[in-house]
């Protein structure tokens, strides 16, 4: 079987995944039995790789991170010792595969597994993947198909869009809750209540980054001048500059709290840029945006660390 080399590609998906690797609707009913069935394609044609050791890596994340990235497709990857070059298999279902519970079924499953020496390649696949089988509809023509051949010319057409280096776009996830100026205080609080975020971006109506409201932000609001500056905080042992401001919060706008000088950064950025601003800024979020300015997702530290460290 003919490895991956992403430097070799013409771009197309097809150029990532050789015919030997390929089930066309696979008879498994569960994950663990379609990553086995792919594993043993793989190592078939690659025998430097230990297939128990790779298939105790798959599973650990497996076991640890969501594989479903979008309905009806499932992306098991791992960082495998051995391997020189990116491989990839892929299976699809007539019926479904549970991953997870039996109310989670997938009809296409893409085994990536990478060099443990090339972390960047890992990233750009895996988001290129990601990107390119969003549209459930696609799926569900992939796994329609009757043959090894048919897949193949379909994912002849699929582009993989790698660029030279990771850039910021490929990681970011997408966009989550968000407010405009205008809207309430008690609207963002529902907002940070609904979701795990400590900052809510501000965009004005044509989508444009004015900047982030922050729970910071929103616990140093209508605290008594100088507060923080003493060690005496009996004054507000009652909470009640918050108890006042919750009982305005649907006059108070959230323009009157946002901050203008959040880290946003562009999606064409270089993806190892975000290493030094997180090492140089205290912000733990960021924003990614187009040129136009307009918002494109997020990325936080963890998120961005679990990544690039151990995902």
């Not at 569900?140 to 193949?152: G, H, I, K, P």
């Not at 776009?169 to 997408?174: C, V």
């Amino acid at each position: 079987m003919n490895n991956v080399n992403n430097s070799k590609s013409s771009g197309k998906f097809q150029d990532f995944v050789n015919a030997q690797a390929v089930v066309c609707h696979s008879c498994a009913a569960a994950s663990e039995a379609v990553i086995d069935e792919l594993i043993a394609l793989i190592a078939a044609g690659n025998p430097a790789i230990d297939p128990a050791e790779v298939r105790r890596s798959v599973l650990e994340r497996e076991a640890m991170f969501p594989t479903v990235i979008a309905p009806g497709l499932a992306m098991p990857h791992a960082r495998v010792n051995g391997l020189d070059e990116l491989v990839v298999a892929l299976a699809t279902s007539a019926d479904g595969i549970s991953f997870g519970s039996e109310d989670e079924k997938v009809r296409v499953v893409v085994l990536v597994l990478s060099p443990v020496d090339n972390p960047g390649l890992h990233l750009q696949v895996v988001s290129a993947l990601a990107r390119e089988f969003s549209d459930p509809g696609k799926i569900d023509q992939l796994a329609d198909l009757a043959s090894v051949d048919e897949v193949m010319k379909f994912l002849g057409i699929v582009p993989m869009r790698l660029s030279e280096y990771l850039k910021v776009g490929d990681l970011a996830g997408g966009v989550g809750p968000v407010v405009l100026p205008d809207d309430s205080l008690a609207f963002a609080l529902r907002k940070f209540a609904e979701g795990s975020t400590c900052q809510l971006p501000v965009l004005d109506e044509a989508g444009a980054v004015l900047g982030v409201i922050t729970l910071k932000d929103i616990l140093n609001y209508n605290l008594p001048a100088g507060l923080l500056e003493k060690d005496d905080l009996s004054e507000i042992y009652d909470f009640r500059p918050y108890a006042k401001m919750l009982g305005k919060a649907g006059e108070i706008k959230v323009s009157e709290l946002m901050r203008c000088d959040c880290l946003k950064v562009c999606e064409e950025l270089p993806a190892v840029q975000l290493v030094k601003l997180f090492l140089t800024r205290p912000d733990s979020e960021v924003l990614v945006v187009d040129e136009a300015g307009h918002l494109r997702g997020e990325i936080r530290l963890r998120d961005f660390c679990a990544k690039l460290l151990w995902e």
